[in-house]
């Protein structure tokens, strides 16, 4: 079962800009595609960034030319880069697995059958 550990979230204005950071353990993580998937308060799970195993990246519409994921498979880790963050981009970001034609939908949690604790992201206007 993956294991997975987010870190890097914190307090930013807005058009700041954060780096988060997961670490998966207990897959071969270089075969596997990778999400950042984000949940505001009162709001669905949604998937906001996907990264194939070869580094080819989705992005919903909603950070497209602001968010930039990226991965390290020797390092079994994938980052999300968010930039011109804005207020409604306030969420806890989870990375899990993914599929790259699901960017942009909502997941409940137990739809997979671990998540890690996720990083909180807030964006003060």
């Known amino acids: 079962q993956v294991q997975l550990v987010e870190s890097g979230g914190g307090l930013v204005q807005a058009g700041g800009s954060l780096r988060l950071s997961c670490t998966a353990s207990g897959i071969i993580f270089r075969v596997y595609v990778m999400g950042w998937y984000r949940q505001a308060p009162g709001k669905q799970r949604e998937l906001v960034a996907v990264?194939?195993?070869?580094?080819?990246?989705s992005y919903a519409d909603s950070v497209k030319g602001r968010f930039t994921i990226s991965r390290d498979n020797a390092k079994n880790t994938v980052y999300l880069q968010m930039d011109n963050l804005k207020p409604e981009d306030t969420a806890v970001y989870y990375c899990n697995l993914a599929e790259l034609r699901r960017v942009g939908s909502t997941y409940r949690p137990d739809d997979f059958a671990s998540w890690g604790p996720g990083t909180q992201v807030t964006v003060s206007s």
């Open positions: 990264i194939s195993s070869a580094g080819a990246a």
